[in-house]
T-cell receptor, first 115, second 114 residues
């Protein structure tokens, strides 16, 4: 079953605006990761936030994590046309055995930033 | 450039062909993965290798056969595929399999089965 689910499925904004994407997950985690994917290419890791962290920044990115609500958000400030991509959250499985640590991805949010 | 290289980038094959996808990483990582990405579906984990040993086969049909000759190289051998196997196949690596570090992905192989 899918662990991370992003919301919204698609987001269209103008350059300069902020973009916020949300991720919900079902089971307990020790970290949550955000990735970006340009059309038809590989995923690029953006940021990892651990379960004991509430907020993390990297450049124009801000990620929050609320473990009580099992949710995370990714904020991109002052968006640029080059930010157009799909954004995924991923959580490693905390289940035992061979499932331990496997990353499970959501379906992603497609972000379009218009110049 | 993520340090994970996949070849070929594009592949068109008939249902009776045999082909192989190659993945190479020189990041010193111990875990390597194959993922399948189909349109409108989440990434599906296919295989996991940790220190060259296969630790996961996520109910993948036998027409997909992985091979990991060493910790830097991973192959996916394909034979008698179906049109529904057309997808983007992504290779990834991580320092270890614990999920506490990020995964580095290759650019993918866009596979079309005709």
């Amino acid at each position: 079953s899918q662990q991370g689910e992003e919301d919204p499925q698609a987001l269209s904004i103008q350059e300069g605006e902020n973009a916020t994407m949300n991720c919900s997950y079902k089971t307990s985690i020790n970290n949550l990761q955000w990735y970006r994917q340009n059309s038809g290419r590989g995923l690029v890791h953006l940021i990892l936030i651990r379960s004991n962290e509430r907020e993390k920044h990297s450049g124009r990115l801000r990620v929050t994590l609320d473990t009580s609500k099992k949710s995370s958000s990714l904020l991109i400030t002052a968006s640029r046309a080059a930010d157009t991509a799909s954004y995924f959250c991923a959580t490693p499985s905390s289940a035992g055995g061979t499932s331990y640590g496997k990353l499970t991805f959501g379906q992603g949010t497609i972000l379009t930033v218009h110049p | 450039e993520t340090g994970v290289t996949q070849t070929p980038r594009h592949l068109v094959m008939g249902m009776t062909n045999k082909k192989s996808l190659k993945c190479e990483q020189h990041l010193g990582h111990n875990a390597m993965y194959w993922y399948k990405q189909s349109a409108k579906k989440p990434l599906e984990l296919m295989f996991v290798y940790n220190f060259k040993e296969q630790t996961e086969n996520n109910s993948v049909p036998s027409r997909f056969s992985p091979e990991c000759p060493n910790s830097s190289h991973l192959f996916l051998h394909l034979h008698t595929l179906q049109p529904e196997d057309s997808a983007l196949y992504l290779c990834a690596s991580s320092q270890n399999m614990g999920g506490n570090t990020e995964a580095f992905f290759g650019q993918g192989t866009r596979l079309t089965v005709v």
